[in-house]
């Protein structure tokens, strides 16, 4: 009973703390940027950043610190760990200036931006900041790793109750609760989900698509993770893709979401953020984050499935009811997509063929997953494209598949259209051929 009213006492505390702002705390933080111009003949940059603050809004600067120079980057990761007192009172702004070193003459300056130190500490420590010319700068906390203490045993509850906890110490302790899986290599799976995108439609909201890029280690070269489906009209959207990922910590991993409208054969940027995988699996594998240009985020591990009780074993009066087949339980199909002998369209050549990618569910509208690459002058082609399909066989689910060859000067070929039950296609064993206008497109397992 002692413990239930300590946890209660713990609790009322706690969210009394989070319902107001935090007034001070000592910052420790990092400093990364994304998308800088190049400044140098040849290569990239060599990026360094000038960190300064005002208070009160004096006009005279206390220089904090300057990160190191790293070589030949855009996309600069800086390990410095800069300390700060905020003291919400005084009114702190950060300044910060970003320069291309130069060993023969005067450094390039590369762009600078202005931080608000309580935006930054109101937005959980974590804050992206356009740059004054090209690119921005992302500022976000150092999550210290702390053993927690032995527990206390046989200790009357008069002595060991808390006093009460500073904002400071109930944000520490959030950052500190680590996952068991935080340093161990693990296949991570995500949905994503925006809020407050921007209307680039003139006749109704967004059509907003994601896709997902990440890098690892010192690298800056982006691979691609794979592309959400588009959904119609939504400025809050929820997309219903799984990614899969393979997360290694040793691995300085970072994922990129840009967020797009879809108008056809173009699309205008909605907004884009860099997010370090390591930070997502520490903070329990949920995490929204604001983006460039417009709207919220949020990256969270999907909600699994329970598992459905079995009923009771019938009683010996009762005769057992009749063995009724029970569908498959539901599933994440993976596939990718062929073609073989398609139609030649071009005059000079062969076709230069690409499928365009929609499922249906139920008696939902049909939703365009996305294109695959697109190869010149084939008549027969592999398409590397992985889609991931969420299969309920209790629910009727299609998919169609345009088959397209692409013209430059002119609107896109049709060489056939065709659709399959997906309940078909896992009868089939993942393992399935249509027929075109002319040759065939197959759908098959991706392992």
């Not at 989900?193 to 690892?216: I, M, R, W």
């Not at 056809?264 to 594998?285: A, F, H, I, N, P």
């Not at 071009?346 to 939902?364: A, C, F, N, R």
């Not at 590397?384 to 969420?390: K, L, S, V």
Request: glycine content about 4%; hydrophobic content about 35%; charged content about 25%.
């Amino acid at each position: 009973m002692a413990k239930l009213v300590l946890i209660s006492l713990l609790v009322v505390l706690v969210a009394a703390v989070q319902a107001a702002p935090i007034d001070k705390l000592t910052l420790k933080f990092k400093i990364s940027a994304r998308d800088l111009p190049d400044k140098d003949d040849l290569g990239t940059s060599d990026p360094y950043v000038e960190l300064s603050y005002t208070e009160d809004n004096a006009k005279e600067e206390t220089k904090l610190g300057t990160t190191s120079t790293l070589t030949d980057t855009e996309n600069p990761d800086w390990g410095d760990v800069f300390t700060f007192e905020f003291v919400r009172s005084k009114r702190q702004r950060f300044t910060l200036r970003l320069y291309d070193e130069d060993n023969l003459r005067e450094d390039d300056k590369i762009g600078q931006v202005y931080v608000d130190v309580a935006d930054f500490v109101d937005k959980g420590q974590h804050l992206n900041a356009n740059l004054n010319k090209k690119g921005y700068v992302i500022l976000e906390t150092v999550i210290p790793v702390v053993t927690p203490a032995p527990p206390v045993q046989n200790t009357p509850i008069a002595s060991i109750l808390p006093v009460t906890p500073t904002p400071a110490a109930v944000l520490a302790a959030q950052q500190q609760s680590l996952p068991l899986n935080a340093n161990t290599p693990t296949k991570l799976q995500f949905k994503l989900s925006a809020k407050d995108l921007a209307n680039k439609d003139k006749t109704g909201a967004s059509d907003p698509f994601v896709e997902v890029l990440y890098t690892e280690g010192e690298s800056s070269k982006q691979k691609k993770l794979g592309i959400s489906e588009i959904i119609q009209d939504n400025n809050n959207p929820v997309w219903t893709k799984v990614f899969e990922f393979q997360y290694d910590p040793a691995k300085n991993q970072k994922w990129f979401f840009e967020v797009r409208d879809s108008d056809g054969s173009d699309s205008d940027g909605l907004g884009e953020v860099w997010v370090d995988v390591k930070d997502y699996v520490t903070k329990g594998q949920k995490i929204t984050v604001n983006m460039v240009k417009t709207g919220l985020l949020t990256i969270e591990a999907p909600t699994p499935i329970k598992p459905v009780a079995p009923p009771p074993p019938p009683t010996k009066a009762t005769a057992p009811p009749p063995t009724k087949s029970t569908p498959s339980p539901i599933v994440d199909l993976r596939f990718k997509l062929s073609v073989k002998n398609v139609e030649d369209k071009d005059i000079l050549g062969t076709s230069d063929p690409y499928i365009k990618v929609y499922t249906q569910t139920g008696s939902e509208k049909e939703v365009f997953v996305g294109n695959t690459q697109k190869f010149q002058d084939l008549e027969s082609v592999e398409f590397p494209d992985i889609y991931t399909f969420t299969y309920n066989p209790a629910v009727k689910s299609t998919f169609r598949f345009l088959v397209l060859d692409e013209d430059d000067n002119r609107s896109d070929d049709e060489l056939g259209n065709v659709s399959c039950d997906v309940a078909e296609y896992v009868k089939s064993g993942q393992d399935l051929t249509l027929s075109l206008k002319k040759g065939t497109l197959t759908v098959r397992k991706a392992y």
